[in-house]
């Protein structure tokens, strides 16, 4: 498991971590098993990741304890590596049939300045490393990339966040994984659209709600308790000690439905 531990404590899922290509099944099955038969204790002081309270998850299920080993990932959108992540754990999702994922945004933004953290791309020789191994990484992995760098980046996205989170209060998990995958494909593949627009999810939504529901989660999400909202995910990040993004918790809950 050290090859999925060096890339867990990165918190980035780097591709640099995979000394040789690893077949997915093998490795899925490992990872699956590595949590089943391991108590969380071990597997976060093996993984170096934090656990989380699966009361707190939003849109997760309630009062179903057939569902173990639940993951948490908190991305952001104009986050290269968020992007990657999400799709690979949903590739990764179809293999680990007892392993929930759930996706939590949080803002970037307000967690770098608490956490006294500075953005990779002040760091020039940093930022060209980024360049270079983001679109291997893509390569590597089969997730579609741009062809160009987005414009502009990196960008604010409490908009987006705080619209999503709207959606997984109101719609659950499912719809809220479309909508954050629509948004995130929007910007990390051409023609690169501008995530905060909102709007472009209207189409491919109208299945789940009307016109007029996805009016109303809109203005939910513009609201104080919309803002609120994000500000509260931000902040329970903050408290697991998290100090940039993507961030990745992981939980057991045990036979007689308590978590751990």
């Known amino acids: 498991m050290s090859q999925w531990s060096c890339m867990l404590r990165r918190g980035q ?9 690893v077949e997915e099944q093998k490795l899925s099955e490992s ?40 993951l948490l990932l908190r991305p952001d959108i104009p986050l290269p590596y968020s992007y990657l992540a999400f799709h690979k754990l949903q590739q990764y999702v179809k293999l680990w049939k007892n392993v929930q994922i759930h996706y939590y945004p949080a803002s970037l933004g307000a967690i770098m300045k608490s956490a006294s953290n500075s953005p990779p791309g002040q ?10 191994d983001i679109p291997h990484a893509a390569k590597m992995w089969q997730v579609p990339f741009t062809s160009t760098w987005p414009s502009p980046f990196p960008m604010t996205t409490l908009g ?24 995130f494909d929007n910007y990390w593949t051409d023609p690169c659209v501008n995530p905060c627009d909102v709007s472009s999810l209207r189409a491919p939504l109208l299945a789940s709600f009307s016109e007029t529901e996805f009016q109303e989660i809109l203005t939910r999400s513009k609201s104080p308790e919309g803002k609120q909202a994000l500000m509260q995910t931000t902040q329970e990040a903050l408290d697991k000690g998290t100090f940039g993004l993507p961030y990745m918790g992981a939980s057991k809950t045990t036979e007689s439905g308590v978590s751990s």
């Not at 760091?123 to 270079?132: D, G, H, I, P, T």
């Open 13 to 21: 899922f780097q591709h640099g971590a995979l000394q040789d290509r």
């Open 31 to 70: 990872f699956e098993a590595y949590l089943g038969c391991r108590s969380i204790p071990e597997v976060c002081r093996s993984l170096h990741v934090r656990t989380f309270d699966r009361r707190s998850l939003v849109g997760a299920p309630q009062n179903d304890q057939r569902r173990l080993n639940p």
């Open 123 to 132: 760091n020039l020789m940093r930022k060209e490393w980024l360049r270079q």
């Open 160 to 183: 987006a966040n705080r619209f999503l989170l709207e959606v997984a209060k109101t719609c659950g998990q499912s719809t809220f994984i479309h909508a954050i995958g629509r948004l």
